[in-house]
């Protein structure tokens, strides 16, 4: 499985992978026509458009794609008036499979209500979209903040070993607001590093790793007691310094 990563718009990342074995080539949220077709272009063909969800900046390139590489669009079935083109309904928990790779649709509602999570269980890789961000998770915009704490934590359940790709280059300010309310937490200050290299010389700081992402990212540790001391919340549940810290977020 080879995935290739393909900056879009201001910081989008759409994703294509190519299975060589089978030479079947997908693209995960081609946000756009043009910064897509250029790297497609080398493969000669496209025959799979995967979606984590409805967002424009997440099918912008969906149906110029499709016409000319006459693709079938896969989506969850709840936003199958939403996504446009969208030829293949998914549902949760479902396997599919594109050549010799085959993922789980991992049903992740709260950024929006048919938000989906495509996991390739054997070479234990996970396209995020916009619910779980390196150092931070997506906005609550349709969902609830229960749902998206519940989305993420199935996210976390997955082996630790797991590379994430999401659909954003947020991880900078992700990281601001990390180092903000997570002080003395060791493992961020390392990751730290490691991301203002990586932006110093242009890289995307994707993929990250599920183990570093439980170790750092500040919406993965709300069950940290340091966390809930530090926003006044002790005794408070999980889902409670959850929705705390998504709302901070919401006007850092
Ligand atoms: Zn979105
Ligand atoms: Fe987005």
Redesign the pocket.
């Known amino acids: 499985m080879k995935v290739e990563i393909i900056p879009c718009l201001s910081d989008n990342f759409s994703y294509l992978i190519h299975d060589k074995e089978s030479n079947k080539v997908s693209i995960v949220d081609p946000a756009e026509y043009n910064a897509c077709d250029d790297v497609i272009k080398k493969y000669k063909k496209l025959d799979f458009i995967l979606n984590t969800?409805h967002?424009a900046?997440?099918v912008g390139g969906n149906l110029e794609l499709k016409k000319k590489y006459n693709s079938k669009i896969l989506g969850f079935e709840l936003d199958k008036d939403r996504i446009p083109g969208i030829d293949i309904l998914l549902k949760e928990k479902q396997k599919y499979k594109i050549g010799n790779l085959e993922f789980k649709i991992i049903f992740v509602p709260g950024?929006?209500k048919g938000h989906i999570a495509f996991f390739f269980f054997k070479e234990k890789v996970v396209f995020t979209?916009?619910t779980l961000f390196s150092l931070g998770c997506?906005r609550v915009?349709e969902g609830t903040h229960e749902q998206m704490f519940n989305s993420l934590n199935k996210i976390k359940k997955l082996p630790s070993e797991t590379k994430i790709y999401c659909?954003h280059e947020y991880t900078k300010s992700n990281l601001d607001f990390c180092l903000a309310y997570d002080t003395k937490n060791t493992f961020l200050k390392k990751k730290e590093i490691d991301i203002q290299k990586k932006l110093n010389s242009n890289q995307p700081t994707i993929p990250t790793i599920l183990d570093q992402e439980i170790k750092t990212n500040i919406f993965l540790r709300c069950n940290d007691h340091e966390i809930k001391h530090s926003l006044g919340l002790k005794d408070s549940s999980d889902l409670k310094v959850f929705s705390k810290l998504r709302d901070l977020k919401d006007s850092f």
């Open positions: 969800h967002h900046d997440h950024h929006t979209g916009d997506g915009f659909g």
